[in-house]
């Protein structure tokens, strides 16, 4: 299984359903913590989920565990990237992971 990323700022709906399309990906799981507002309509939960079927022939999941938390969002917002700590000790950059949704291609 590959595990690519896509983020849907700053992208067209033909772009991002495109790059969607051609991946070959089977699901999209969304790990946005506030998936429903303020975003571009394509890209709200679930008009996103309706796009990837009919468009894409893709599966939506929401999968809130590995969403980062409010407070994690909060120091990118005010201080920009933010490292979190992992259980192994090592240090992971939530850059604009707030915003980046997984999808895998088998």
């Known amino acids: 299984m590959k595990i690519y990323t896509i983020g849907s700022t700053k992208k067209s709906a033909s772009t ?16 946005r913590l506030n998936n429903v507002s303020q975003l571009a309509g394509f890209a709200k939960r679930d008009d996103l989920k309706y796009f990837l079927a009919e468009l894409c022939g893709m599966e ?4 809130l565990q590995l969403a ?13 990237a933010v ?4 259980s192994a000790g090592s240090s992971t950059s939530l ?11 088998s």
């Open 60 to 63: 939506y999941v929401h999968e």
């Open 16 to 31: 991002f359903f495109g790059l969607l399309k051609k991946s070959g990906a089977e699901r999209l799981v969304d790990v």
């Open 68 to 80: 980062p938390n409010q407070a994690m969002l909060d120091g990118y917002k005010k201080h920009g």
């Open 95 to 105: 850059s604009s992971a707030g915003s980046r949704l997984l999808y895998h291609a």
């Open 83 to 86: 490292g979190a700590s992992t």
